[in-house]
């Protein structure tokens, strides 16, 4: 099997982003490139509860099928980071609870907790771009590009995607953003959040060696 260790890593992936209720059915999806600039990404419609390996796809930076079986709808998101995004080594894209929330309240979210300081807060609402669509790719991209320490942006009333060196960063940076999003959300319903200080920040980041 080609890429076999790689889209070992897909999976795996998928069952850590589905235990963790960040992806479910068949909503969401995972990729990463391979060395060779390949994209190893989950596959369209297969149900992630029974996914083996040989169900993940493979396809090229222009989303052309490599192999395996067809790839998620939303691969051309995917594609369109990894032509343009140097940085990105992995991406999750989740329909994660809050991160749909704070993508349909469509206001960027403030640095208020060190979770989402670890995503790049603040974090960005992305236009509208109907899922699957070269425009869902060109929104992030135009994000990412022009702020190299985001590693989340939300999509307007869809979901949340990450990017990160590697895809095991990636999926670090999505459950980290979920968790910084649920706190944001639960605390705005109490009172409003307080964002970070420059001099909190500072402190955090000599504490975390940032
Ligand atoms: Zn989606």
């Known amino acids: 099997m080609r890429y076999k260790e790689q889209r070992e890593q897909v999976l795996e992936t998928v069952h850590l982003a589905y235990q963790a209720d960040l992806i479910r059915m068949s909503a969401g999806n995972i990729s990463l490139r391979t060395e060779d600039d390949m994209v190893v990404i989950t596959p369209s419609g297969i149900k992630y509860r029974n996914m083996t390996v040989k169900d993940i796809?493979?396809?090229?930076?222009?989303?052309?099928?490599?192999?395996?079986?067809?790839?998620?709808?939303?691969?051309?998101?995917?594609?369109?980071?990894?032509?343009?995004?140097?940085?990105?080594?992995?991406?999750?894209?989740?329909?994660?609870?809050?991160?749909?929330?704070?993508?349909h309240l469509q206001e960027d979210v403030p640095l208020t907790n060190i979770e989402l300081m670890m995503s790049g807060a603040p974090i960005p609402v992305a236009p509208w771009a109907a899922p699957g669509t070269e425009k869902a790719g060109e929104v992030t991209v135009d994000i990412f590009q022009s702020r190299p320490e985001l590693h989340v942006i939300?999509?307007?009333?869809?979901?949340?995607?990450?990017?990160?060196?590697?895809?095991?960063?990636?999926?670090?940076?999505?459950?980290?953003?979920?968790?910084?999003l649920e706190t944001h959300y639960k605390v705005r319903l109490v009172q409003a959040p307080q964002s970070f200080t420059e001099a909190q920040i500072q402190e955090i980041k000599d504490v975390y060696g940032l």
């Open 57 to 103: 796809s493979v396809v090229d930076l222009e989303g052309e099928p490599i192999d395996g079986p067809p790839p998620s709808s939303e691969t051309p998101m995917h594609t369109a980071i990894y032509r343009h995004i140097s940085r990105a080594k992995g991406i999750c894209h989740t329909h994660s609870r809050y991160g749909m929330i704070q993508a």
């Open 154 to 180: 939300l999509l307007r009333q869809h979901g949340l995607v990450a990017l990160g060196g590697s895809l095991a960063q990636a999926y670090e940076h999505a459950y980290n953003a979920e968790v910084g």
